[in-house]
């Protein structure tokens, strides 16, 4: 039997290489140096990846990227605060689902799944809204495959003095950024995602000033990032609470894979190879895209659903799975799609096979 029966062709988890995947065989100690010292070099790392400029700093967090992202509305946001969450789409919704769970005021830029937001509308509520103090994004919106325009959104949260969050979750290592030029105090994202690792942990990264300034104000014990922060600061890698050893050590050694590979520019380029070929093909086939490549990503894409009356989802879904690939279903609310992801261990010769399996498959 092979060692994955199927390709993942999902925005993460996301297929990973088996030398990700042996990292996991060994066991570690938490309080061992050997292991805070892989801890350590991460951080590092991962602030590398995010900027060249000074004054940056990161911390992992336990759990998916959901749990991430709550632990840096639920720490930066202090209780007279005020959020803006900039919204197309499922991820957009869920920042403000968290500051309504965690009672913290929020009013939402709704621009709808399938519109992209505008700066100059982003600056009008910001004009007229003293209260707002942060202003939350998504860089890639995987409800759609959106790209977002969060380096233009920064320069209005910036010229504003706010305090910017991006949550970068299927961007950060895959799409070339820079957080201090986008203005993001705070840059969140996940092990299973671009950087092609496996699910258990995620970071932020965060400008140094304005995660000190969050002292005090987390809403959660297990989610202060903050307070993660600092202990990890002060003794040297340690984390407060059990850490996913294995998956940290996994996700060590897809850095060092992403390095060999040239790094995050081509891992871009070969994001964007797969994207295109699957685009290309796919409404060779008759499938049509339901944004326009203009808003395209490089991480996933989402096609509108056959009218045939003889397609179901789960029956194309189901014939792809056998012959070895895994799409996703839809998550627009209006519209009837399905999305298929290109990042992870996939190269274009996969996506001609998945091409082919398409074609196989489509007998409605």
């Excluded at 949550?167 to 705070?186: E, K, N, R, V």
Aim: glycine residues 8%.
């Amino acid at each position: 039997m092979p060692d994955n029966p199927y390709l993942l062709l999902t925005p993460g988890p996301l297929s990973t290489s088996k030398a990700v995947k042996a990292a996991m065989l060994r066991d570690w100690c938490t309080w061992d140096d050997e292991y805070n010292a892989v801890v350590r070099s991460l951080r590092e790392e991962l602030v590398a990846l995010a900027t060249s400029a000074p004054g940056y700093t990161s911390v992992l967090m336990q759990g998916s990227g959901t749990f991430c992202v709550e632990s840096v509305i639920g720490t930066a946001l202090p209780r007279d605060g005020k959020l803006l969450v900039v919204a197309n789409g499922v991820y957009g919704q869920r920042i403000a689902a968290i500051a309504r769970t965690l009672g913290i005021a929020y009013t939402v830029l709704d621009c709808g799944e399938t519109g992209r937001p505008e700066p100059a509308a982003l600056a009008q509520i910001l004009a007229n809204d003293a209260r707002i103090s942060h202003v939350a994004a998504v860089h890639c919106e995987t409800t759609t495959g959106m790209l977002n325009p969060v380096a233009a959104l920064g320069a209005e949260v910036k010229a504003a003095g706010r305090v910017y969050i991006v949550d970068a979750m299927s961007s950060f290592g895959g799409i070339p950024l820079d957080q201090a030029a986008m203005g993001a105090d705070f840059l969140i994202s996940s092990a299973n995602k671009c950087i092609q690792g496996v699910p258990g942990f995620g970071f932020v990264v965060a400008r140094r000033e304005a995660l000190e300034a969050c002292a005090g104000q987390a809403r959660s014990l297990s989610l202060d990032l903050y307070d993660q922060w600092r202990v990890m600061e002060e003794k040297g890698g340690k984390w407060r609470f059990t850490s996913p050893t294995h998956v940290v050590r996994a996700f060590a050694t897809a850095l060092e894979e992403l390095a060999v590979e040239g790094g995050v520019a081509a891992r871009h380029a070969r994001y964007v190879a797969n994207q295109r070929l699957l685009t290309a093909g796919m409404q060779e086939l008759g499938f049509a895209t339901l944004l326009p490549a203009a808003f395209h990503s490089p991480v996933i894409t989402a096609f509108c659903s056959p009218t045939a009356p003889g397609y179901r989802f789960e029956d194309f879904y189901a014939a792809l799975k056998a012959k070895g690939f895994v799409i996703y279903p839809g998550k627009v609310t209006d519209h009837d799609t399905f999305r298929i992801g290109t990042i992870g261990t996939v190269c274009p010769a996969d996506i001609e096979r998945l091409l082919a399996a398409v074609r196989e498959s489509v007998n409605w």
